[in-house]
């Protein structure tokens, strides 16, 4: 069974960029079936998909986002990133990562990101 | 972008009872590619329902899901002290794929 874990700062000036990235066990990210996505979640409120790369590497971002994010995979570690430029306190949420296909199936346990100076 | 919206907000119900959740979509939903969560409390969501009305490996079958086009159910037949929780449904027919803004089934 595919597991998945996020992993980065957990705190961001604002007008900075946030990094975060998701290690894949009991499955390879090279393999087709699934695209990797990451999803956040303000504070109290709802699901936000983000965007998400396929095993080819072809990138898909939700419009409202578009110019301020970057999703790459690193196929030698078994991982795939998320960079979000130009942050804002809007920013701040959970962070998941978590595979697709069509609906998201499995996720990471999330990650809180914080934007404050 | 397809908007769903998810009602009620809050559901308060007794353990044993039935809940029925529902979930409208603003367009019609491509291939009934509408799935449903559960979040419980400093937890990801995990997936319920796919493609409608599938249940993901290892749902109980006291969840089932139902509709097509624009409405949408998840039902939970009779709740158990672990399903209350906060539900979402999420459309991945159309880019991008949105999700509802949640119903909590809180105990009564």
């Known amino acids: 069974q595919l597991q998945l874990q996020e992993s980065g700062s957990g705190l961001v000036k604002p007008s900075q960029t946030l990094s975060l990235t998701c290690a894949v066990s009991?499955?390879?990210?090279?393999?087709?079936?699934?695209?990797w996505s990451w999803i956040r979640q303000p504070p109290g409120k709802g699901l936000e998909w983000i965007g998400y790369?396929?095993?080819?590497?072809?990138?898909y971002y939700n419009p409202s986002l578009k110019s301020r994010v970057t999703i790459s995979v690193d196929r030698s570690k078994n991982q795939f990133s998320l960079k979000l430029s130009s942050v804002t306190a809007a920013d701040t949420a959970v962070y998941y990562c978590?595979?697709?296909?069509?609906?998201?199936?499995?996720w990471g346990q999330g990650t809180l990101v914080t934007v404050s100076s | 972008e397809i908007v769903l919206t998810q009602s009620p907000g809050t559901l308060s119900l007794s353990p044993g009872e039935r809940a029925t959740l529902s979930c409208r979509a603003s367009?019609?939903?491509?291939?009934?590619?509408l799935a449903w969560y559960q979040q419980k409390p400093g937890q990801a969501p995990r997936l319920l329902i796919y493609?409608?009305?599938s249940r993901a490996t290892g749902i109980p079958d006291r969840f089932s899901g139902s509709g097509s086009g624009t409405d949408f159910t998840l039902t939970i037949s009779r709740l158990e002290p672990e399903d209350f929780a906060v539900y979402y449904c999420?459309?991945?027919?159309?880019?991008?794929?949105?999700f509802g803004q949640g119903t909590k089934v809180e105990i009564k």
């Open positions: 009991g499955g390879s990210i090279s393999s087709g079936g699934y695209s």
């Open positions: 493609g409608a009305s």
């Open positions: 367009q019609s939903v491509s291939s009934s590619y």
């Open positions: 790369i396929y095993h080819s590497g072809s990138t």
């Open positions: 999420q459309q991945y027919g159309s880019s991008p794929e949105t």
């Open positions: 978590a595979t697709q296909r069509g609906s998201f199936d499995y």
